[in-house]
Each structure stands twice: as C-alpha cells, then as structure tokens.
C-alpha cells in the first residue's frame, strides 16, 4: 500500500483540535468519531486544506491558521448598533450575550452583544472567530483517493 499525500482530490480521515493561542478548546474529535471529508469539497475553510496538503495517513501537527486563512477578519461594518426597544424586555442583556436574529432572506444570523445602555444596543455579526489566530491540531488516519460518483 503507498502512502498516498492529501491533495485536491483526496478523502481525509482525521482527527482535529481547534484551540485559541490560549490553549482553549473551541471544537475536537480526538475523544471521538475521526471526521472525513473530500479535499475541494467544501467541508473545510480552505486555509485549513491548504495546512493539511502533503500529510499522509500516521502525519500529527500543529498548524497557526492566521485570520486572513481561517474565519476571517474582524469587519467593522458587521457592528450594527440598534434602538433597544427592539429587544424583548424579557431578555437579559449581557456583554457577550449570543442572540439569534433573521436577516433580509430570513435565514437565522447569530449576533454577539457587544456593548449596550439604555438606548441603544451594538451587536456584532463578525464570526466569533474572526481576528484571531487559531491552533489547528491534526493526526491524519487515512488518505484515499476520493470516490467520484
């Protein structure tokens, strides 16, 4: 059997960790299910593709995704600031408070409380990832070619 190298093309099986430079564990699998996915699919941000390209199956490392490769980053034009009579009373406001809101297609656009007082309310709609570096901790389990159908 050879060794076949992650590339467009290829079915990945792997375990993941996604951490903040902190340490802090945004998302892993390595205490569960491997993920799989085809490379070009879509599946994954395509900065985190292109770390992975050249691995083969038994390959661990750990990648810095830079914001411009992995979520973003921040944009200022994605802080809205809005009355806070369009909040329901029975809602408590925090700083770091994650709402769920429709935008013009209806579809659910989450959005963080940034900021607030008595009159108005900034929400920001930016990933909750954007701007910052992220540790991409991997060990590839398996490289196939993909199945095409």
């Known amino acids: 059997m050879t060794n076949i190298a992650i590339d467009e093309g290829t079915e990945v099986t792997l375990h993941f960790a996604l951490k ?12 569960s299910k491997p993920a799989t996915f085809v490379v070009g699919d879509g599946n994954l941000l395509p900065g985190f593709e292109r770390a992975l390209t050249g691995m083969v199956a038994g390959d661990k490392n750990t990648f810095v995704i830079k914001p411009e490769d992995g979520f973003g980053q921040s944009n200022p034009n994605n802080m809205q600031v809005m009355p806070r009579d369009q909040f329901d009373d029975e809602v408590e406001l925090v700083e770091g408070l994650m709402l769920s809101f429709a935008d013009a297609q209806k579809a659910e656009l989450p959005g963080i409380v940034a900021s607030f007082d008595d009159e108005t309310v900034t929400v920001d709609f930016n990933h909750p990832l954007a701007g ?6 991997v060990e590839i389990l398996g490289v196939s070619p993909a199945v095409t159908h």
Do not use: A, T
């Open 20 to 31: 903040l430079e902190n340490g802090d564990v945004i998302d892993s699998n390595f205490n």
């Open 132 to 137: 910052r570096d992220i540790l991409f901790e």
